[in-house]
Each structure stands twice: as structure tokens, then as C-alpha cells.
């Protein structure tokens, strides 16, 4: 069942502009995971997080983890037109509940 | 490592013929593969849960007599699209977690490249 949201369902930016995406879930969850998808394709993992870790960067990646406020953050610095994907955050227990994905475009 | 494959890639058929979709973890062994359906500009919705060696698990609304799922060892789960209709075109994405040792928490899962399905 859909129980994560992310927010904002759209996100419009110029390149080298930072993107920040939200997400927020229902229930408890051992981990979170980001993922990408460009159009018609499938989807990419870009990082996880733990129950117990609060941040955690990958590259231009920065994600963060509030499990009291149920929530998570994800943000790409310095963004690239290449970019230009859906992100879905995603909560790990026993089955996963996707989100409904924030629309990122990145203008050259 | 951990890499999900997917076939086909894309599959045209026409109204009441079923179709297979074949989801395989290639570097390690999978007890739960999950299928999700994604109609465009959506998100995932998963469909169900395939457990090896167990009946599949199916999400509230899908039918289990039209969507047919085999997760007959720990590296291979299909899907089978029986008598399809058009509504049934969409974007079926599989995913494999880690592990061979029952139902648990699982930490990542893997997902495969997906199978655009058209009926026509």
C-alpha cells in the first residue's frame, strides 16, 4: 500500500541550484532508501539510511532521517541537467511502501 | 553485484492471450522478489509479495486468478498476465531482497529493469 508521500510532487530548478525532496511515511521502518527514475526506465537505488542513523551523504547526495517525525530528506547540491528524474523514497520493513515520487527537471 | 534482470524488456500482444514476465536475481539468492505495477507519471504499486516455495502474497485490489506469480526457486520469480486486456498495459517492475532464510526484515532490494506491457 502507498504510504509515503513526497514532497513537492514537483520540483522545477536551474542547474547548479541545489534540490531539496521530502518524504514522509506512515509506518515504523527499519531503513529508507532513494531512488531514481527517468522516464520509462526503471529505478536506480541511490542511497539507504538505518533506523539509527540520522544522515548520511553519497556524492551530491545528502539524506537525512527523522524517525520521530517519520520523515526524510533528500538533497542533490550543485544538480545537473542529467539530473531531470523522479525520486521515490521508499521505507524498508517487511514490504516496501513506495511514495508517490517527486518530479525533479533541471534547467540547463 | 546484485543485479535484477528482467524478461523481456518489452512485450505486444494482442487482447486475451497471456503474457509472462520473468524476474531473476543473477548474483545472489533471493526468498522474497516483490512485483509492482507503474501506469505512467505514477508511482510503484505493488501488486504482491512472492515468497520461494510459498503461495505469493497479492496487495488488496489485485486478482490473483489474472496475475499468476511462481517463485519457484531462491533466483527466479515469473508473473503471468492471464487474459490480458488493454487496461493491463503498463510498466511491471520486479525486485528482489537478499536472502535465503524466511520471511525477515529485509535491509535493500534490488529492482530489475521492468517490462513495458501493451495489449492491444
Known amino acids: 500500500s502507498q504510504q509515503g508521500e513526497e514532497d513537492p510532487q514537483a520540483l522545477s530548478i536551474q542547474e547548479g541550484e541545489n534540490a531539496t525532496m521530502n518524504c514522509s511515511y506512515k509506518t515504523s521502518i527499519n531503513n529508507l532508501q532513494w531512488y531514481r527514475q527517468n522516464s520509462g526506465r526503471g529505478l536506480v537505488h541511490l542511497i539507504l539510511?538505518?533506523?539509527?542513523?540520522r544522515e548520511k551523504h553519497s556524492g551530491r547526495l545528502r539524506v537525512t532521517l527523522d524517525t520521530s517525525k517519520k520523515s526524510s530528506s533528500l538533497l542533490i547540491t550543485a544538480s545537473r541537467a542529467a539530473d531531470t528524474a523522479s525520486y521515490f523514497c521508499v521505507g524498508g520493513s517487511y514490504i516496501p511502501t513506495f511514495g508517490r515520487g517527486t518530479s525533479l527537471i533541471v534547467h540547463p | 553485484g546484485a543485479v535484477v534482470s528482467q524478461h523481456p524488456s518489452w512485450v505486444i500482444c494482442k487482447s486475451g492471450t497471456s503474457v509472462k514476465i520473468e524476474c531473476r536475481s543473477l548474483d545472489f539468492q533471493a526468498t522474497t522478489m516483490f512485483w509492482y505495477r507503474q501506469f505512467p507519471k505514477q508511482s510503484l504499486m505493488l501488486m504482491a509479495t512472492s515468497n520461494e516455495g510459498s503461495k505469493a502474497t497479492y496487495e488488496q485490489g489485485v486478482e490473483k486468478d489474472k496475475f499468476l506469480i511462481n517463485h519457484a526457486s531462491l533466483t527466479l520469480s515469473t508473473l503471468t498476465v492471464t487474459s490480458a486486456h488493454p487496461e493491463d498495459s503498463s510498466f511491471y517492475i520486479c525486485?528482489?531482497?537478499?536472502?535465503?532464510?524466511?520471511?525477515?526484515?529485509?535491509?535493500?532490494?534490488?529492482f530489475g529493469p521492468g517490462t513495458r506491457l501493451t495489449v492491444l
Open positions: 525486485s528482489a531482497a537478499p536472502g535465503t532464510s524466511g520471511r525477515a526484515p529485509y535491509n535493500e532490494q534490488f
Open positions: 539510511i538505518r533506523s539509527n542513523e
